[in-house]
């Protein structure tokens, strides 16, 4: 199986937010195993370089991040397909992790 970083952007507050989260929540928890990490909301970031730190500038800002595992793009496209983070108008950036020993 091969691990994917979902990056949710845009869409940081919805309207009912207690609703979207348990619509989130019910998405993450309907997964099963291939949800290795639900992950984390995130407040706007911060850019730094060798010279400066700066608010990142961005029409559509990251709020948070998972690790899913599936067979494949496809199948992993299939399982965030029914996201309730897209039908809020959100987006969702997805790539393959690197398997690549780190340590």
Not at 27 to 36: D, L, P, S
Not at 39 to 44: D, E, L, R
Not at 73 to 82: D, M, R, T, V, Y
Request: glycine share 8%.
């Amino acid at each position: 199986m091969k691990k994917f970083l979902l990056v949710y952007r845009g869409a940081v507050q919805p309207e009912d937010g207690q609703k979207h989260m348990a619509a989130w929540m019910s998405w993450v928890h309907g997964m099963g195993e291939a949800m290795i990490d639900p992950g984390t909301p995130v407040y706007p970031s911060q850019t730094i370089s060798s010279s400066a730190i700066t608010e990142t500038k961005s029409d559509n800002p990251i709020c948070g991040v998972s690790i899913i595992e599936a067979e494949d793009q496809i199948a992993a496209f299939n399982l965030i397909k029914p996201c309730p983070h897209l039908s809020i108008g959100g987006t969702i950036e997805v790539t393959e992790a690197i398997d690549c020993p780190m340590t």
